[in-house]
């Protein structure tokens, strides 16, 4: 004799699909919220410049973040893992570096030597991610260190001068249609294709529930380490890319470049949103992000800001995002 039950069945997700859901759920409030900031600010210094509201202005600065935007959405998935790298602007230098070796020393043509700068910067994302997952040391530690070797290379590798490339990479910053240039479409496609790679894959899913619960994750037979390993090596591959987009605005390879340019890429992902404590995050958001502090650097050059009233202005805006982040993270325990 056969029994049935009138039992429902069980139609809720499992746990890191659950968090995946919330975490990519940034609603539509918050990017009105980031828009309206955003046009406020160029508001202001309309007001406060009569140069600032032209089109030239929107273009110079539509054509100088391609470089910020690739490497922000890096460090979006870095965040969202609940890691952090600080090594960025030093594999950006490492990687023209390369780039500049293998095309005046070793005379390779300038595809060849652009997939190797990509390489080498990809490398060393995955040496920080390995050891971060191998030894269970901190990534804000681990990408200390890369930093700093990272940038000796550099130094070594040029010389500690500057290397003259020439025109070989000019193409991807030569305006084309209406002013834009190949690097800026590049970027928005980046962009594009990571938002749905973050809410439409099981990959982008698995993030999310890695930087919410690891330990839920890896309960539900997911291992997350060969996950947070890819995360670090895409922030370095996306860093070389950056190195590409300085490369063609400046021909020039520079073991300098990208000096403190990891406090502008993870101020503009905290701005658009993501959480320092993982497990929420939106590339989109991370663009308006970037779109406010690179609006935000034009307004204060255009109205005369010395340097120092520059860097506090900026250093207020990163506290006020971190403040607003931690914020919303007591509030979404509060709900929970």
Do not use: C
Not at 186 to 197: E, K
Request: no cysteine.
């Amino acid at each position: 004799m056969t029994t049935s039950s009138n039992k429902p069945a069980d139609t809720t997700p499992p746990a890191p699909a659950r968090s995946a859901n919330a975490g990519t759920r940034m609603g539509l409030n918050s990017y009105l919220g980031l828009a309206g900031a955003l046009i406020a600010m160029i508001a202001l210094f309309s007001v406060l410049s009569s140069h600032f509201l032209t089109y030239d202005t929107f273009i110079t600065i539509a054509n100088q973040i391609p470089d910020l935007v690739v490497m922000a959405v890096g460090m979006t998935f870095v965040l969202i893992i609940a890691g952090i790298d600080l090594s960025v602007g030093s594999v950006l230098a490492l990687a023209a570096s390369a780039v500049s070796v293998a095309s005046l020393q070793w005379h390779l043509n300038p595809i060849v030597s652009g997939l190797f700068g990509l390489v080498v910067a990809a490398v060393a994302g995955t040496l920080t991610g390995a050891v971060t997952v191998a030894w269970r040391i901190p990534s804000f530690i681990v990408s200390l260190g890369v930093l700093e070797m990272a940038r000796g290379f550099a130094y070594q590798l040029t010389n500690s001068r500057t290397s003259y490339i020439g025109d070989a990479f000019d193409w991807l910053a030569n305006p084309i249609a209406v002013g834009i240039s190949p690097a800026f479409v590049i970027a928005v496609v980046v962009m594009i294709v990571a938002q749905l790679v973050l809410t439409r894959t099981v990959f982008g899913r698995y993030l999310i529930g890695i930087g919410t619960n690891e330990e839920a994750v890896r309960l539900a037979g997911i291992d997350p380490r060969p996950y947070k390993i890819l995360v670090f090596a895409l922030m370095g591959a996306f860093a070389g890319l950056a190195a590409l987009f300085q490369i063609s605005r400046l021909e020039a390879a520079d073991p300098n470049a990208g000096s403190g340019a990891e406090l502008q890429v993870i101020a503009a992902v905290v701005i658009g949103g993501t959480s320092l404590m993982g497990g929420r995050g939106s590339v989109i958001s991370t663009f308006f992000g970037v779109l406010i502090i690179s609006v935000l650097a034009a307004g204060l050059a255009q109205i005369g800001a010395n340097e120092p009233t520059k860097r506090i202005i900026t250093g207020a805006v990163i506290v006020v995002a971190v403040v607003l982040d931690t914020y919303r993270s007591h509030r979404a325990k509060r709900r929970a």
